[in-house]
């Protein structure tokens, strides 16, 4: 491995007024020494990343960078300004300027260092040092890490000092978890993840810290986040798998915030925390970030392998809700027919109804022709992140060639996935590590993922999807039933978790190929998930003493959620009591899957609600079995919540307005 900075690319004397003039100095030595292969380009991508976020930070730093594909390998370059560059900190001008280059597909051993690099320009014995410095090849080694200065005084005052022995218990120190990202992963995550633990060390805080930088990211044990009292999130990208910390007190602010103000961050962390301010996120709105780049994510393969199924359904399911919708509208408009009208791009009449409806289905059918591809895509990204998204594509693009559908795409994604980990486990000079991931890994996992997808699973494949569509279409009578009541189980379960998702992407997988069976299917799954939130929500107004002032308060919300196939709107009530409230929506989503199959309901749209209800095959039935299985839900909740309380004139409450149950 090259060394990131040798004494040619350190200028102890830089000249530049501005910072562009300072950026085009250093990237010259890059260029000189071979690292950099086209300077004017760099540098366009140089400003590019500068006028997303100015990289001045406070303390006379400057910190340009980008990742380019005019880098060979990852480089920096030093200057010291004897009267200081503007590059947009609040506290003024810099005298140290770090330009990093990183090619556009980094390895993880320079990123890992870079990313030390950007912790210890938060170590003032370390900046101290460098500005003292006389000699390059000893700054240059000095950014190495090859000599590490004292810590300064200053650093000190950072230090927890030890508790003094006493008899009494110490106090419980406030807990913190945080995650840094910024969009380039590189300098800005670490330093505030280094400026954050320096400010929690001296306010005597416990601080986890979790970097999403370029090089991947280690999630927090979750027994960590749980014992936490509140998170700190410091990040200018999107915070993967937001879900995980639902339920605390949560500061969302910049990255460079994180950098400069972190003791009014922890300050505020308190504050909402005293406060009892929580913040929730759904699982199934945040699972597409879960998995970004989630190659190392940790637990038994069961575990890793519904994380990266939800990945690509959760990726799937705006594809679906355009395209199905837009298609299930042209029907209201203009028909079954109008799926066979000729295209849109060869005849089309403004004034014509017919035309509307054909426009709609059309695009609604290039959306759904992308299903299986991005389900494929995004299953190899959950595995293997960036690299396996081509191969995922490239296979789910084949199961679609072959006839393999639905379940074409899922062994594409899991195949193509398991293709790129593999690949990223050998070991490659280091002159073609920057090349690897945009271009040798998905080439080769491509061939890879076609040879087996044309060769030798895509046939086997897709003779069983032709076997699944075929018992589909021949459901009836009790089959159908019990199918009924084993997807609205699933429906009702987890109201919007794992085995949710798995139901509801069963169904709408057999949209891609509307049959008779697959409409049923969908019909019995969307009216299942209504079930739970309109329940509670009747059960609130009939036995309303049996629930809290908050619970009432939620059961009003729930009828407009449960009217929208909204299910979440049930998880208040299920998560204060499990044992009472899931098993009672379980039976009414099974009696209503159950009715729905019996009654022969169909349903084109990917949704489900009261706004599809003209949409459905047998609309009266369809709701005659959605109120069936609310009523036989509400009256088990309104049992089993009546069962564990003793007589009393009227529901005690604790001073906060909850009901204390007997």
């Known amino acids: 491995m090259s060394e990131l900075i040798t004494a040619d690319l350190v200028d102890l004397d830089l000249s530049a007024e501005t910072k562009d003039t300072a950026a ?4 010259g030595r890059m260029v000189e020494a071979g690292r950099v292969t086209d300077l004017d380009g760099f540098l366009a991508d140089v400003a590019a990343r500068e006028a997303q976020m100015p990289t001045g930070l406070d303390g006379g730093i400057g910190i340009p960078h980008c990742r380019s594909e005019h880098v060979t390998e990852p480089t920096l370059a030093f200057g010291r300004s004897a009267d200081g560059i503007d590059f947009g900190a609040p506290d003024g001008p810099a005298d140290l300027v770090f330009l990093i280059a990183a090619p556009a597909g980094a390895d993880d051993d320079h990123l890992t260092i870079l990313s030390g690099l950007a912790r210890r320009l938060m170590d003032p014995g370390f900046t101290g040092a460098l500005r003292a410095e006389a000699d390059p090849g000893a700054a240059a080694a000095l950014i190495r890490g090859e000599e590490v200065p004292a810590a300064a005084p200053e650093d000190s005052a950072t230090r927890t000092p030890e508790p003094a022995d006493t008899d009494a218990a110490a106090p419980e ?111 199934g709105r945040d699972e597409a970030e ?92 959950g595995m293997a992140d960036r690299p396996a998204l081509v191969p995922g594509f490239v296979g789910g693009a084949i199961a679609l060639t072959v006839d393999a559908g639905f379940l074409g795409g899922l062994v594409a994604g899991l195949l193509a996935g398991a293709a790129v980990m593999a690949i990223q486990r050998l070991k490659v000079h280091p002159t073609l590590r920057g090349i690897m991931p945009v271009l040798v890994i998905p080439l080769l996992a491509s061939i890879a993922v076609g040879f087996l997808m044309f060769i030798v699973v895509g046939k086997p494949i897709a003779s069983l999807q032709n076997a699944l569509t075929d018992w589909l279409n021949g459901l009836s009578g009790s089959n159908a039933v019990i199918l009924g009541v084993v997807v609205g189980l699933m429906m009702c379960f987890d109201m919007g978790g794992p085995l949710n998702k798995v139901a509801y992407a069963f169904a709408v997988g057999g949209l891609a190929d509307p049959t008779p069976g697959s409409l049923k299917v969908m019909a019995a799954v969307m009216a299942a998930g209504m079930v739970p939130p309109l ?58 899957g159950a009715l729905s199959m019996a009654f022969g309901c169909t349903l084109r749209a990917p949704h489900g609600g009261v706004f599809v209800v003209p949409l459905i095959g047998e609309p009266f039935l369809y709701l005659l079995a959605i109120a069936a299985g609310t009523a036989v839900s509400t009256a088990l909740v309104v049992v089993l919540k009546g069962m564990r309380r003793t007589p009393a004139p009227a529901p005690a409450e604790d001073g906060s307005g909850v009901t204390v149950a007997a």
């Open 535 to 592: 329940a509670l929500a009747l059960a609130t107004t009939v036995r309303r003493g049996l629930f809290t002032a908050t619970e009432r308060e939620n059961g009003r919300a729930a009828w407009v959620l449960g009217a929208s196939f909204i299910t979440e709107g049930a998880i208040p009530f299920a998560a204060a009591d499990p044992l009472r409230v899931i098993p009672s929506v379980m039976a009414g989503g099974a009696v209503t």
């Open 290 to 381: 879960a998995t970004g780049g989630s190659a190392g994510a940790s637990g038994h393969f069961g575990v890793r392998l519904r994380t990266y199924l939800m990945s690509g359904v959760s990726y799937m399911v705006p594809f679906v809700a355009a395209g199905g919708l837009l298609i299930a509208l042209s029907f209201a408009i203009g028909g079954y027919e109008i799926a066979s009208a000729k295209s849109v791009a060869d005849h089309f009449v403004w004034g014509e109804a017919a035309s509307w409806a054909a426009l709609l289905n059309q695009i609604g059918t290039a959306a759904f022709g992308l299903l299986v591809p991005v389900l494929a895509g995004y299953i190899a990204y």
């Open 173 to 283: 120190p406030f807990r913190i978890v945080a995650v840094t990202s910024c969009p380039t992963g590189i300098a800005h995550t670490y330093m505030a993840a280094e400026s954050l633990e320096a400010a929690a060390r001296a306010e005597g805080v416990v601080l986890d810290v979790e970097t999403q930088g370029s090089a991947g990211f280690e999630r927090l044990d979750p027994a960590v986040i749980a014992a936490a009292d509140a998170v700190i999130w410091a990040h200018d990208v999107d915070v993967r798998e937001k879900a995980r910390f639902g339920g605390k007190p949560v500061v969302d602010t910049g990255v460079k915030a994180g950098i400069n103000r972190p003791a009014e961050l922890i300050a505020e962390a308190r504050r909402k925390a005293e406060r009892g301010e929580i913040s929730r996120f759904a699982d």
């Open 24 to 27: 085009r100095s250093l990237a």
